[in-house]
Structures are given as structure tokens and as C-alpha cells.
């Protein structure tokens, strides 16, 4: 049986552009930036075709070439999903309005940071979910002054290269709040690389938002792009609620969705960074 969704598409594109537009300005408020900079990623845009559902001139779009197009440096693309509180500390510190600390990283020394330490740091100065990492993960530190300023985490429990056992990610690189290192994420890069190549690995991977980062950072550090993915894909419910798609196992197959009057849908993707760090590469970084 096939559903007409052309009315609720319709509904859903209205709903989410009110919700963005709100959010838009709180997030611009607390970001001391002007609204124009952030792009709306409505879900309704980039339902993913379903053969179960009809949707009436509907022009389907992949999001990861729109995200291509549309980001920029300046350009902050924003999603219902994103948090409030956490994007706008985000886009501020990367256009420099929120930041009242400026340190550099050669008056920071590197350390060693515990696993229940980097926990801690990442929930207090990360705007993503805490990640899930093992006992091998490599994580060093920059401390000002017996205070812990940034910490960054390689392991291999994440992303493409879980079950890789020579590959190890950058999972995470979190700085202080309302703090900005120059030269740390260099610094610790380089101290992290030194680690990894003592322990046979000869190339490193990361992930990026390409939806709020354009990956300046990594090409400074040395990566070179992988390209973007779609990101995990979603599910818009019928009341509205965007929930991941993997949760609705086993309701997650186009005829369960289609039945259950619900939209698979994308909002963000992932840019993905490569390095090699063998001894010769590793002496010319």
C-alpha cells in the first residue's frame, strides 16, 4: 500500500521553519553574532525517498552536496537538533565573540590526563555527546598554570575505524570555556603523533560536523579530506519528534515507516580527515 505524505510534508516544512527561526535568534543572541551567518537545515527538505510513500512534487535532495555548497566559514548551518545553549558557545568562540581568555600554547605544558579527568573536561567544554572510549586511548592535555586548559583523545573504539587495530581517531579536542590556546591544537597534535608512531600506527583518522566546522583546523594539522557522508539517518514521527533512525528497530524498514505515518529524514553530515604519520611524514609536520 502506498501513503500520500504530499499535506504532512507541507506541514512538517512549516512547523520546522517556525522552530528554526526561533531558534536562530536565541542562538545569535547568545553567540553576540548577527543571524545571517546560520542557514536553516530543515528536515522537510531532505526526506529520504521511500517506495511505500508518495510525496507530490517533491524535488529529493541529498543533504551531504547541499551541505558542500552552502558551508562556509563564515556560514553556520543549524538544525532543530542542534542544542541552544551549546551551538552558540560553538559558533561564538569561533568567531571570537565569546572568548575572554587568550593563552598560548608555549606557555602551556603538556600532561598526561586520566581517563576519569578527560570524562569530566569533555562534559564541562564539549558540545557533542560524551564518547565512549577504551583503556589504549591516547589522551594529553595542556595545563596553564596547574589548570587544564585542552585535552585531545585518539582511540580506536569509534567511527570508521572501529575493529582497525592500526588505525586510532581523533575522538575529541575540547578547550577550556571562554578560552582560546594558540598554537595548542598544534602542539598537542604533534606531542599525541609521537605516542601513536611509538606504538606502530602509521595513520590517524577524524571526523568533523561539517554542518558547523569546516575543517580549517585539520588541514592546518595536517589531514586531508575524505569527503562528507550523510550522517545516521533520522526518523520525523508522527508527532513531529525527529528520533534516530536505529531506535526503531525493527519498525525501521520503508513499509514500517510508511505505515506508521513517519518521514526518514537527514539534518547533518560528517566530513572525514586522514593523516599518515610514518617517521619520514611524521619529521616534515
Known amino acids: 500500500m502506498n501513503y500520500d505524505m504530499t499535506d504532512r510534508v507541507r506541514e512538517l516544512w512549516e512547523y520546522f521553519d517556525k522552530i528554526l527561526d526561533e531558534h536562530i535568534e536565541q542562538i545569535a543572541e547568545k553567540a553576540q553574532v548577527d543571524k545571517s551567518c546560520m542557514i536553516k537545515i530543515n528536515p522537510a527538505e531532505f526526506i529520504e525517498k521511500n517506495q511505500n510513500q508518495t510525496i507530490k512534487n517533491y524535488k529529493y535532495q541529498k543533504i551531504a552536496p547541499w551541505i558542500t555548497k552552502t558551508k562556509s566559514d563564515d556560514v553556520f548551518l543549524i538544525s532543530p537538533l542542534d542544542a541552544i545553549n551549546e551551538t552558540a558557545e560553538q559558533i561564538g568562540y569561533k568567531t571570537e565573540q565569546t572568548t575572554s581568555r587568550k593563552l598560548r600554547a608555549s606557555k602551556c605544558e603538556i600532561v598526561p590526563v586520566p581517563k576519569d579527568v578527560a570524562l569530566d573536561f569533555f562534559i564541562r567544554n564539549h558540545r557533542q555527546s560524551l564518547p565512549n572510549f577504551r583503556n589504549s586511548a591516547v589522551t594529553l592535555g595542556l595545563a596553564y598554570k596547574n589548570e587544564l586548559v585542552t585535552v585531545m583523545?585518539?582511540?580506536?573504539?569509534?567511527?570508521?575505524?572501529?575493529?582497525?587495530?592500526?588505525?586510532?581517531?581523533?575522538?575529541?579536542?575540547?578547550?577550556?570555556?571562554?578560552?582560546?590556546?594558540?598554537?595548542?591544537?598544534?602542539?598537542?597534535?604533534?606531542?599525541?603523533?609521537?605516542?601513536?608512531?611509538?606504538?606502530?600506527?602509521?595513520?590517524?583518522?577524524?571526523?568533523?560536523?561539517?554542518?558547523?566546522?569546516?575543517?580549517?583546523?585539520?588541514?592546518?594539522?595536517?589531514?586531508?579530506?575524505?569527503?562528507?557522508?550523510?550522517?545516521?539517518?533520522?526518523?520525523?514521527?508522527?508527532?513531529?519528534?525527529?528520533?534516530?533512525?536505529?531506535?526503531?528497530?525493527?519498525?525501521?524498514?520503508?513499509?514500517?515507516?510508511?505505515?506508521?505515518?513517519?518521514?526518514?529524514?537527514?539534518?547533518?553530515?560528517?566530513?572525514?580527515?586522514?593523516?599518515?604519520?610514518?617517521?619520514?611524514?611524521?619529521?616534515?609536520?
Open 153 to 285: 583523545m585518539y582511540d580506536t573504539a569509534n567511527g570508521a575505524v572501529r575493529g582497525n587495530k592500526n588505525g586510532y581517531e581523533l575522538v575529541r579536542l575540547a578547550i577550556a570555556r571562554n578560552t582560546q590556546v594558540h598554537g595548542g591544537a598544534s602542539k598537542l597534535q604533534k606531542a599525541c603523533e609521537d605516542v601513536l608512531r611509538q606504538m606502530n600506527i602509521t595513520e590517524i583518522f577524524s571526523y568533523s560536523n561539517a554542518t558547523i566546522n569546516n575543517g580549517a583546523v585539520y588541514e592546518k594539522l595536517g589531514f586531508k579530506s575524505g569527503g562528507i557522508d550523510e550522517g545516521q539517518p533520522f526518523v520525523i514521527d508522527r508527532n513531529n519528534e525527529i528520533i534516530r533512525l536505529v531506535s526503531l528497530h525493527p519498525h525501521s524498514t520503508d513499509e514500517q515507516l510508511a505505515l506508521r505515518g513517519r518521514l526518514k529524514t537527514h539534518i547533518g553530515g560528517n566530513k572525514m580527515w586522514v593523516k599518515s604519520i610514518t617517521a619520514t611524514e611524521g619529521g616534515n609536520t
